[in-house]
């Protein structure tokens, strides 16, 4: 069922996808706030800060993916006009990734090397942009849901250049362990890749509500 333009059920369900991404990077930092009722057990606060790096790194690498990935799904939501049940699914699959992402960030600040955290926690990435690539596609097949330029505005190939990365970093992470989680640093380069291989194919590159 395609639910009408002026359907304010759509508007809340968009909120409430926003909801979910705020409450989970909310989430992120409270292994952080839970520091300082032990901050009498330490010399300093520097000292703290030193013993937990592993707790600040996890925090900061998870905060820059999760808000990469609502920009990534803003620029696909932002257009959609009205949506059907399959559409909601998509997005609502999309969100239990999120909301799963603070576990194995939790895992990655106590077990940082094991190899099982990495498969986990990269492994969330990759269902994120599996899911938004897939739902890409679903609009892409159904142009009545939006009011996108389909070659423009929608390509599911975005999606599909962030999970090879993904796929690469967990390759790279665990191939060499030293490298720890800095493969994932990967997808700052997938949006330049997925342009390139949109202009090899005469599209341009995508429009963004960063770029506009």
Same mark, same amino acid.
């Given at each position: 069922?395609?639910?009408? &333009?002026?359907?304010?059920?759509?508007?809340?369900? +968009?909120?409430?996808?926003?909801?979910?991404?705020?409450?989970?990077?909310?989430? %992120?930092?409270?292994?952080?706030?839970?520091?300082?009722?032990? +901050? &009498?057990?330490?010399? @300093?606060?520097?000292?703290?800060?030193?013993?937990?790096? #592993?707790?600040?790194?996890?925090?900061? $690498? #998870?905060?820059?993916?999760?808000?990469?990935?609502?920009?990534?799904?803003?620029?696909?939501?932002?257009?959609?006009?009205?949506?059907?049940?399959?559409? *909601?699914?998509? $997005?609502?699959?999309?969100? +239990?990734?999120? +909301?799963?992402?603070?576990?194995?960030? !939790?895992?990655? *600040?106590? !077990?940082?090397?094991?190899?099982?955290?990495?498969?986990?926690?990269? /492994?969330?990435?990759?269902?994120?942009?599996?899911? $938004?690539? =897939?739902?890409?596609?679903?609009?892409?097949?159904?142009?009545?849901?939006?009011?996108? &330029?389909?070659?423009?505005? %929608?390509?599911?190939? =975005? /999606?599909?250049?962030?999970?090879?990365?993904?796929? $690469?970093?967990?390759?790279?992470?665990?191939?060499?362990?030293?490298? @720890?989680?800095?493969?994932?640093?990967?997808?700052?380069?997938? /949006?330049?890749?997925?342009? /390139?291989?949109?202009?090899?194919?005469?599209?341009?590159?995508?429009?963004? #509500? =960063?770029?506009?």
């Amino acid at each position: 069922m395609v639910h009408p &333009d002026n359907d304010r059920g759509f508007e809340r369900f +968009v909120t409430f996808l926003d909801a979910i991404v705020a409450i989970a990077i909310t989430l %992120l930092v409270l292994p952080l706030v839970e520091l300082t009722a032990d +901050v &009498d057990e330490y010399d @300093s606060v520097n000292q703290l800060l030193r013993e937990n790096k #592993s707790e600040l790194w996890a925090f900061l $690498l #998870s905060f820059l993916v999760v808000s990469r990935f609502w920009f990534a799904q803003h620029d696909s939501v932002r257009h959609l006009v009205r949506y059907d049940q399959r559409a *909601a699914n998509l $997005l609502m699959l999309w969100a +239990v990734t999120i +909301v799963f992402l603070p576990f194995p960030t !939790a895992l990655m *600040a106590e !077990a940082e090397d094991n190899a099982t955290t990495k498969v986990l926690y990269i /492994g969330t990435l990759i269902a994120t942009m599996l899911v $938004l690539a =897939v739902f890409e596609a679903y609009l892409r097949a159904h142009p009545e849901l939006t009011d996108a &330029d389909p070659e423009h505005d %929608l390509d599911p190939v =975005v /999606g599909i250049v962030n999970v090879l990365m993904l796929l $690469l970093a967990l390759a790279i992470t665990l191939a060499t362990p030293a490298t @720890s989680y800095f493969p994932i640093l990967l997808l700052l380069v997938a /949006g330049p890749i997925a342009n /390139g291989w949109r202009r090899l194919r005469g599209r341009g590159d995508r429009r963004t #509500s =960063v770029g506009e």
